[in-house]
């Protein structure tokens, strides 16, 4: 059972304590809105204002926490920020359960997939807020804050693959990394990158025949983004063998094959989009299918060139 406890940071001690078991994590909201849960137990207690002759005691309010969600450790992946509002007088101390939700996105869960290694490692860093209210009187004297050192745990591999992640969505919707440079450095395709968001954007307001013609420019631009010894006017598969001959010659003959005729396919496809055709040439599923592709195109020679 990972624990903690907190106190004042200008004066410490421990006026309050987290507690959650790890088997009951939950995972929900995948993959549109992930989020992990966490259902903590809180505990807060009075301030006691140690003076000489007496013990001053101040009820205590614990408005919010705050915080951040490592993983692995030393890697923060996520903030959260929940109501607290527990009251602790000289009665008691005062616990309550929290259903603390820590919203991820798919991309930083599959980051958090990629990096683990059997168990998942994660932290947790908490800070709060409190108001200290007047010793036997009404009214508030004072705000302070507190937080604690990371608290780091283990979630176990099957916990993890079994009931977290498919809540969470992975594997349910694939994403398409693009390495999208400054401009600056030379491996970098900011005007490929330019063009496919352009098609993208065509793609959000329904306009498919636009979306393919960009994804055209993007292969274009792909091969207009390194120097070639060949005429400007040769044609397109010309441009696409010399490319991968000249600056991809990392890959197999199998690997620069499959590229090639995979790029020569796919622009000779979007090429009729600048050929008189019926306003409807394209339909919603062939643009999405194309966008896919270039994108998947231009993300692989992206990280080729680097």
Not at 69 to 88: C, E, G, H, K, M
Request: aromatic share 10%.
């Amino acid at each position: 059972m990972p624990k903690t406890e907190m106190g004042f940071i200008s004066t410490g001690g421990s006026i309050a304590k987290i507690t959650f078991e790890i088997q009951n994590i939950q995972a929900s909201g995948g993959p549109e809105f992930p989020k992990l849960v966490f259902p903590l137990e809180v505990k807060l207690a009075p301030f006691h204002n140690f003076s000489p002759g007496k013990d001053l005691i101040h009820p205590v309010s614990w408005m919010f926490i705050s915080g951040e969600l490592f993983s692995p450790q030393q890697r923060a992946v996520a903030r959260f920020r929940d109501d607290v509002n527990i009251f602790a007088d000289s009665s008691a101390s005062h616990e309550r359960q929290l259903r603390l939700e820590i919203p991820l996105d798919l991309m930083t869960v599959v980051r958090m997939e990629e990096s683990r290694e059997g168990d998942l490692w994660a932290g947790l860093k908490f800070n709060c807020f409190f108001a200290v209210h007047v010793s036997g009187a009404v009214g508030v004297q004072r705000f302070e804050t507190g937080t604690t050192e990371p608290l780091y745990f283990s979630i176990p591999r099957s916990q993890w693959l079994e009931r977290l992640l498919p809540q969470l969505g992975y594997g349910k919707l694939e994403l398409i990394e693009v390495r999208i440079s400054n401009g600056v450095r030379p491996e970098g395709l900011p005007k490929a990158v330019q063009e496919i968001r352009q098609a993208r954007s065509y793609l959000a307001e329904g306009d498919w025949e636009k979306a393919v013609i960009h994804c055209r420019k993007t292969l274009e631009t792909i091969l207009d983004s390194r120097q070639l010894q060949i005429p400007a006017a040769s044609r397109f598969a010309l441009k696409v063998d010399t490319f991968i001959h000249d600056h991809l010659s990392s890959l197999s003959g199998g690997q620069a094959k499959l590229l090639a005729e995979e790029m020569k396919l796919l622009w000779e496809v979007c090429s009729s989009s600048a050929h008189p055709s019926p306003q409807d040439y394209f339909k919603r599923a062939d643009a999405k299918f194309i966008v896919r592709n270039t994108t998947a195109i231009l993300e692989y020679v992206g990280r080729l060139l680097t």
